[in-house]
């Protein structure tokens, strides 16, 4: 399956986004991980979805602000993203993994390229 990326954008502290993982392919059976990345720093969890939306886990400083969502009919995952903050900016990802879902980056079989979360203070 591959998997793109996209909605992101540059905003403003406060502001709202929502980022799509669109795969080419049936996502139905797959976990569906985000994660970001700011320069310097490592591929960081954001939040998981399992494939059939029932389970969800979110890094501790998303709760709340943070939504993941599926549509298996579209082969769409979303992030919701809330009252986004500076510390947010990084470049976010999507994986897609055959099993369950987990927080480690290095679990998952398949990426997208990346999207660019850029929020001014």
């Known amino acids: 399956v591959q998997l793109q990326a996209f909605g992101g954008g540059l905003v403003q502290a406060g502001d709202f986004l929502r980022l799509s993982c669109a795969a080419s392919?049936?996502?139905?059976?797959?976990?569906i991980g985000w994660f970001r990345q700011a320069p310097g720093k490592e591929r960081e969890f954001i939040a998981t979805?399992?494939?059939?939306?029932?389970?969800?886990n979110y890094l501790e400083s998303v709760k709340g602000r943070f939504t993941i969502s599926r549509d298996n009919a579209k082969n769409t995952v979303y992030l919701q993203m809330n009252s986004l903050k500076p510390e947010d900016t990084a470049v976010y990802y999507c994986?897609?993994?055959?099993?369950?879902?987990?927080?480690?980056?290095?679990?998952?079989?398949?990426w997208g390229q990346g999207t660019q979360v850029t929020v001014s203070s």
């Open positions: 994986g897609a993994r055959y099993t369950g879902a987990v927080i480690s980056s290095t679990e998952y079989d398949y």
């Open positions: 979805i399992s494939s059939s939306g029932s389970n969800t």
């Open positions: 392919g049936r996502i139905r059976g797959y976990a």
